[in-house]
């Protein structure tokens, strides 16, 4: 195993996303938004690191492919009202990232996170009903509130994570 210059560019590449998704996971439990702008800056990064990470011109394809079906579906989610809409962006600007070759395994861990999630906020909500909500943090106040949404952004950030292996683009040391 050589280490050239498409294994540092992957290795930085995975420390861009994956600092990019903590983010997006921490700012959605502090304020249930994911703006805008950390959405295009998580796809670009990727145009930005597919070719030096060793992405040929089919693979940079396939990951583009994935990425506009999975927000076309995360959309439609969000219109229906299952979603939120920076979540929908989220996880299409995440699948640009995984590709084809990791998807099953993001949707899995996503669902996974998402439970652990849910029964989480569920519990935490029951026990802030009972003895009362927080005073500070304020984020914390707002998130154990009966009636919050669920920061799916924190599932979407874990999922991602953890399907990162299955990438074409993953370091292999």
Do not use: C, E
């Amino acid at each position: 195993m050589t280490l050239g210059p498409d294994t540092f560019a992957a290795v930085a590449g995975l420390f861009a996303f994956s600092s990019a998704m903590i983010w997006a996971g921490i700012g959605d439990v502090r304020t249930f938004l994911i703006t805008n702008k950390l959405n295009m800056l998580i796809a670009a990064g990727f145009l930005v690191f597919a070719l030096p990470m060793g992405l040929g011109w089919n693979d940079l394809a396939a990951h583009i492919g994935i990425g506009l079906l999975t927000t076309i579906i995360a959309l439609a989610m969000f219109l229906v009202g299952v979603y939120g809409g920076g979540d929908a962006k989220l996880t299409g600007a995440a699948a640009l990232w995984l590709g084809p070759t990791a998807m099953m395994p993001f949707i899995l861990y996503t669902a996974i996170a998402g439970g652990v999630l849910v029964v989480t906020l569920i519990i935490g909500r029951q026990l802030a009903r009972h003895f009362g909500l927080p005073k500070k943090p304020r984020w914390a106040r707002r998130l154990l509130r009966k009636s919050s949404a669920v920061p799916y952004g924190v599932a979407l950030g874990v999922g991602a994570i953890l399907a990162t292996p299955y990438t074409l683009w993953f370091p292999n040391f």
